[in-house]
């Protein structure tokens, strides 16, 4: 959060499967504090079960968890009206499961967070203060109030949370977005009260601020919604146009036309000075948290651009635009015929349809020249793809690999990387793998490949370990998976970073589980030889909360705001920090908490990415497709050559086919027939990046000899096998192979017989 302060060293979030309790866990999370959820009748993965509304049950979870900070956010699903007909549901879970939980936070000396609702008034004269007196008019609102008074006589330490019309983009909930979402995209449509005032609350802000709260050491009642106050009908139609959805649809009719069953409130909202005089900053407002909102959404439903008001003649002109495109890519861009000899058979290229060409068109029309909408539905995309933590897009894989070194060594971490320490790196490899260890002083310590595989030697890893290592950097070479059961092994042991280089390898697996999603961090590259292409482009995957946070920092110049392009104001206190030694209300925006950098590719790039994005699982098949039509046609020579090792426990995701010739068997003689042939061949990057004379004086380390290092730099090469490849080109470079041993034989033969 900007402030290196945590709001505990364990937050217990109750709840933590409702909109509010995962919003929190992001948040805490982020903010590298440990959080743990519980759940009732969802269950959301890493969460545990509890009934609040039984006492052994929470005291048991007390016991084990010993928070220092509770977070306590039930409802009822059913929401107000459930209430208003089950009186004894809402009884158990808000003021028997309330005094269970605070009895249990008082015993530990824990701080209880308790969120209300401004349905604690009656609706009277509205918006209230904290010092107003509640008056409830229905169940829900008089077991939350008898929940508030239970907080403040049980528990000595407590925040009380009051909101209202929280809402966010969040499929799992019924929040009032949600709601608005389903009736207007099915082309219902919506009544919507039109006298029952609220202050719209974006969930995302108060969780933000409710963590603010508990760092600064808040106390008592705080009202935390948002600035601005309006009726729900208001909201409603300002929810459908940030969809993108006819606000027509929402139809505004006062409350007794509804038929609720439960009396609501209708001058509600509450007010907000105590808390700006505490965050010291306003609220934010609704313009800001649909834009936040929007991005959510946009993301989910896969939408690059909340269509923006334009003429009519102007949406057809790029309707026929985007037409012509159509025709221009299967004019210019559709496959050729292959004629052996002549056409080039490439080792890797890029491979794209109309879409890709649609979305840079649409982008360079939008005239959003910086990284923006299509980089976060591209990002929001990869991060579902592996399921991490965070992905930060950057602009080549190169840039991801010193990203990633640079996050490790902020001063954010408890135990940062410095220079001098040691970062174990195989020797065969490719030189920005390296390049970012060295330029950070820090010591690569080189081990020796593993022939076949020609990934790092897990057998000698250990003993490369000093204690002076403090982390391991390894490509999972040509998309071929390294032995992660030993790595992760040793990492947890000797307590290492783990930087997994996986620019060659997008869709490989590891005993089921995503390459990319082992390491502390992860990078990817998206140059056109690569799984996916945006022209320039890499990623860095974050498997660990914090260094999210800090690696958006370092590529966003070392700024400590978190905003997106286009926003001002996300944390909602933007004049409202004191960091270092700045001047207290110091703009956040202008306020530098890392060494940072610009590693930000265009928003042009990321419209190509967010295409492709969508095409990964297709690639990676037609990759491993064409790997084994090579190698089982390959077989036949394996005694001229070493084909790729195989791991039962892992499935590649094929860069390239790896070939190693054995002794006798010139690379060079080999490598020139097949490109006399018109077959690209390439060798094995860097080999031994210690004989590259750029690389010949580094300080560094050597565990253990270099022998197979130095064979792959003499005797190995690859072949293509990237989704660009027609069954004519494969066969014909089979034929090629076939040819070349064949005249190779004759020769032998031959000169056997002189």
Same mark, same amino acid.
């Given at each position: ?527 056109? +030889?690569?799984?996916? @292409?945006?022209?320039?482009? &890499? *990623?860095? =995957?974050?498997?660990? /909360?914090?260094?999210?946070? #800090? ?125 006399? +042939?018109?077959?690209? @061949?390439?060798?094995?990057? &860097? *080999?031994? =990046?210690?004989?590259? /004379?750029?690389?010949?004086? #580094? ?56």
């Amino acid at each position: 959060m900007g402030s290196g302060e945590e709001a505990g060293s364990k937050a217990l979030v109750i709840g933590a499967s409702g909109q509010v309790g995962r919003a929190l866990i992001r948040v805490l999370e982020d903010s590298g504090i440990e959080a743990i959820g519980t759940y009732h009748s969802r269950q959301i993965t890493g969460t545990y079960k509890l009934d609040v509304s039984d006492p052994d049950a929470v005291g048991s979870c007390f016991e084990t968890v010993k928070p220092d900070v509770v977070f306590l956010t039930v409802n009822t699903e059913g929401g107000v009206d459930y209430c208003e007909d089950h009186p004894e549901e809402a009884e158990a879970l808000n003021v028997v499961g309330t005094r269970n939980v605070a009895t249990c936070t008082a015993q530990c000396g824990a701080l209880l967070v308790y969120y209300s609702t401004d349905y604690i008034f009656d609706g009277e004269a509205g918006p209230y203060s904290e010092e107003d007196i509640p008056c409830a008019i229905n169940t829900y609102g008089r077991t939350k109030w008898e929940a508030e008074q239970l907080v403040q006589t049980l528990v000595p330490t407590h925040l009380i949370l009051r909101t209202t019309a929280v809402f966010g983009w969040d499929r799992a909930s019924r929040n009032f977005a949600m709601q608005v979402w389903e009736s207007l995209g099915s082309g219902t449509s919506l009544r919507v009260p039109e006298d029952q005032w609220c202050n719209p609350t974006l969930v995302d802000y108060l969780a933000e601020a409710s963590v603010r709260l508990v760092q600064m050491g808040a106390e008592g009642i705080f009202n935390v919604v948002g600035r601005d106050r309006m009726p729900r009908s208001k909201l409603a139609k300002a929810l459908a146009r940030s969809m993108a959805l006819d606000p027509a649809l929402i139809l505004p009719v006062p409350t007794s036309e509804l038929g609720q069953v439960a009396p609501r409130p209708l001058q509600g909202g509450l007010r907000t000075e105590k808390l700006e005089r505490t965050l010291g900053t306003e609220p934010l407002d609704l313009n800001e948290s649909l834009k936040r909102f929007r991005r959510s959404w946009r993301a989910d439903t896969h939408t690059a651009y909340t269509p923006r008001p334009t003429s009519t003649e102007a949406e057809t002109l790029k309707q026929e635009i985007f037409q012509r495109v159509k025709r221009y890519y299967q004019i210019v861009h559709k496959p050729r015929a292959f004629v052996p000899f002549r056409t080039q058979v490439p080792y890797a290229g890029r491979v794209f349809e109309e879409q890709e060409m649609i979305n840079l068109v649409d982008s360079a029309l939008d005239f959003w020249l910086t990284l923006g909408p299509y980089g976060e539905l591209f990002e929001q995309k990869m991060k579902r793809f592996f399921q991490s933590r965070d992905f930060v897009l950057v602009n080549s894989g190169s840039t991801a690999n010193l990203l990633s070194v640079l996050t490790l060594f902020s001063q954010q971490l408890e135990h940062p990387l410095q220079p001098g320490d040691e970062v174990i790196t195989p020797a065969v490899t490719f030189p920005t793998t390296v390049s970012p260890i060295v330029q950070n002083g820090l010591i690569p310590v080189f081990v020796d490949c593993e022939m076949g595989t020609y990934n790092i030697d897990p057998h000698l890893l250990e003993e490369a370990i000093s204690e002076k290592t403090r982390a391991i950097v390894i490509p999972h070479t040509l998309g071929n998976p390294c032995d992660m059961d030993t790595i992760c092994d040793l990492v947890k042991q000797y307590n290492l970073y783990l930087i997994e280089d996986s620019c060659d390898a997008l869709g490989a697996t590891f005993r089921d589980q995503q390459v990319g999603t082992f390491g502390d961090l992860a990078t990817l590259s998206f140059y056109p +030889a690569h799984h996916i @292409t945006m022209g320039e482009g &890499g *990623g860095v =995957i974050v498997n660990r /909360p914090r260094l999210g946070r #800090i690696a958006r920092s370092i590529r966003d110049w070392g700024r400590d705001c978190w905003c997106a392009a286009g926003e001002s104001n996300t944390c909602g206190r933007r004049f409202g920090w004191q960091l270092g030694d700045l001047p207290e209300g110091y703009d956040h925006k202008y306020s530098y908490s890392n060494i940072g950098f610009n590693f930000k590719p265009t928003d042009m790039q990321a419209a190509i990415g967010t295409a492709q994005a969508d095409r990964i699982p297709e690639f990676v098949e037609s990759r491993r497709r064409n790997f084994t039509r090579l190698y089982k046609g390959l077989e036949q020579y394996q005694d001229e050559l070493i084909l790729p090792t195989l791991d039962p426990r892992s499935n590649p995701s094929w860069f390239a086919l790896p070939l190693t010739v054995r002794k006798g068997l010139s690379r060079r003689a080999l490598v020139q027939w097949l490109e006399k +042939a018109k077959i690209e @061949t390439r060798e094995l990057f &860097g *080999g031994n =990046i210690l004989k590259q /004379p750029g690389y010949q004086n #580094i300080r560094c380390r050597i565990s253990g000899s270099l022998e197979q290092t130095d064979r792959v730099m003499r005797d190995t090469f690859f072949i293509g096998v990237y989704p660009g490849l027609t069954d004519e080109m494969i066969e014909f470079v089979l034929e090629s192979f076939g040819q070349f041993f064949s005249q190779r034989s004759n020769r032998s033969s031959g000169s056997h017989g002189e």
